[in-house]
């Protein structure tokens, strides 16, 4: 029979055995280190002022008093270390770092690892997932301020992402793949990706359809209809541009042909920029616009030539989809309509207030133009029978001022009053005529000619209106007819008066 137990080599108590207290003292004073083992630390050196019952693991490279024996328990009592070597599969608590180690049969190490060539929680993990977790979620906590998670590649050309899958198939990836710049990507169907954006970290310039920004916002379209759209639920849709300082807010166009890497100039014709709007009709939301302003190239295009004219187009109520020019600012710097002769400037309803001019010039009397009918043999007859007035407008000015009731949203998303317009009457007396008066004097010639005319020819309650350059006509032909009967006159005066004289009579 052994003296000692086989696992702890508590010593045993012998047949006959004197001071068997002594024996059985040390087996309980061994069980009081060894049992539920609690040491301080694990340290290759002892400490320099240890307490009594003070318990270490000695490390492996074991020095002073530890030395020669690394992986035991030292336990001080009495003034001196009582070494006990560890059998494997030991526990200890480590009351210094909180944690559990258990004695492999060469060293101590963490029961629970602190490093791991792999890691499976929920899942098994393998060589390229060398950590894997399967779970409805993953949480990682702060612990008192900020949490931030790393990625770390080797160098710029490899790849530090994140990678969303569907089926373990990719459908987008964030992160630095292949370079230091941040790419956004998206896949389909796991095989065939888009790239959706990129950023520069060299600028911080953001690329949409390019990797090359060159605006802090630069958005290539590489096919299809290609743009921006700025979509508002209920909330106005808007883009707004603040600048400060001497600079100017601006929204430029630029137009070449050819391609990308290989431009061409532009030709006449090509439509440089185009601002334009459109609207939902009963059943859907209409992909064209109904009014349109354009800039387009007058001429083929070269390093010193670059003519362009604006357009303001509209599609004219009741008239499908026939968007048309209706005002022109031509390369020379003219303001002309669209077409010949089809455009009012103005209305009965909305009349510009005054039209400034160097000259009066028409041009429009050219004898080619014009197919002469005959004379104005009723000129006297109007002159006569149309009265010039002297009048106050009832509406002599218009001004636009705050609603007190009623409010719109402004270009900064702002709620502000609507504007209303507010009228004056007219202060100042005018000389003119009236259009009733010349309607009635037209009618009692039987003639009718464009001096006169309705705003609505089909409604015969329309404003009237009337053009003052034909009654100038009118008043030219009067005073032909007045000065040829003066002058008939005078000769038949002329002649009673020699006839007096000839017969010497006073």
């Not at 890497?261 to 009963?282: K, N, Q, S, T």
Request: charged share 20%; glycine share 12%; with cysteine.
């Amino acid at each position: 029979m052994t003296d000692a137990t086989p696992r702890l080599s508590l010593p045993l108590l012998a047949a006959a055995q004197a001071q068997k207290h002594v024996t059985h003292n040390e087996a309980l004073v061994l069980l009081d280190r060894l049992v539920h083992l609690v040491a301080a630390d694990l340290r290759d050196a002892p400490p320099v002022a240890p307490a009594d019952g003070a318990a270490y693991l000695v490390g492996p490279a074991a020095t002073g008093a530890f030395a020669g024996h690394a992986g035991a328990l030292a336990t001080f009592t009495d003034g001196a270390w009582r070494f006990d070597a560890p059998a494997p599969g030991w526990l200890c608590w480590l009351e210094a770092e909180a944690a559990s180690v258990i004695y492999d049969g060469t060293a101590w190490r963490d029961l629970k690892p602190r490093s791991a060539d792999r890691l499976g929680i929920g899942t098994m993990a393998d060589a390229t997932n060398r950590l894997a977790v399967a779970s409805p979620a993953v949480l990682l906590g702060h612990a008192g301020s900020d949490v931030r998670v790393k990625i770390n590649k080797a160098a710029a050309g490899d790849t530090a992402s994140l990678l969303f899958q569907t089926g373990y198939a990719g459908r987008a990836e964030i992160g630095t793949t292949g370079d230091d710049k941040l790419h956004v990507k998206v896949s389909a169907d796991g095989a065939t990706g888009s790239e959706a954006l990129v950023v520069d970290p060299s600028t911080g310039r953001v690329g949409i359809g390019t990797a090359m920004p060159g605006n802090v916002l630069q958005v290539n379209a590489a096919s299809g209809a290609g743009g921006l759209a700025i979509v508002g639920d209920g909330v106005a849709a808007q883009a707004t541009a603040f600048t400060y300082g001497t600079s100017f807010p601006a929204f430029n166009g630029r137009r070449a042909r050819g391609s990308l890497a290989a431009p061409a100039a532009v030709a006449a014709g090509d439509i440089l920029m185009r601002f334009g709007a459109g609207g939902h009709g009963a059943t859907a939301m209409w992909g064209s616009n109904s009014a349109t302003v354009q800039v387009t190239a007058t001429e083929a295009w070269s390093d010193t030539n670059r003519g362009a004219q604006i357009e303001l187009s509209t599609i004219a109520e009741g008239a499908g989809q026939s968007l048309l020019p209706r005002l022109v600012v031509s390369a020379a710097g003219h303001s002309q309509p669209g077409a010949d002769n089809a455009y009012t400037l103005g209305t009965a309803s909305a009349r510009w207030s005054a039209v400034w001019s160097a000259t009066g010039v028409i041009q429009t009397s050219d004898a080619r133009d014009k197919q002469v009918i005959g004379p104005l043999p009723f000129a006297a007859a109007m002159v006569d029978a149309v009265d010039p007035v002297l009048f106050r407008w009832r509406i002599g000015g218009t001004r636009i001022e705050p609603s007190p009731d009623e409010t719109e949203i402004d270009a900064d998303g702002e709620t502000v009053a609507t504007g209303v317009p507010v009228h004056r009457p007219g202060a100042r007396a005018h000389a003119g005529f009236l259009a009733q008066d010349l309607k009635a004097a037209l009618d009692a010639t039987g003639i009718d000619f464009g001096a006169w005319g309705l705003e609505d020819r089909d409604d015969a309650d329309s404003r009237q209106w009337t053009r003052p350059d034909q009654l100038v006509a009118v008043l030219w032909a009067a005073l032909r007819q007045t000065r040829a009967e003066v002058a008939a006159l005078r000769e038949g005066a002329g002649a009673v008066s020699a006839k007096v004289d000839a017969n010497g009579s006073h």
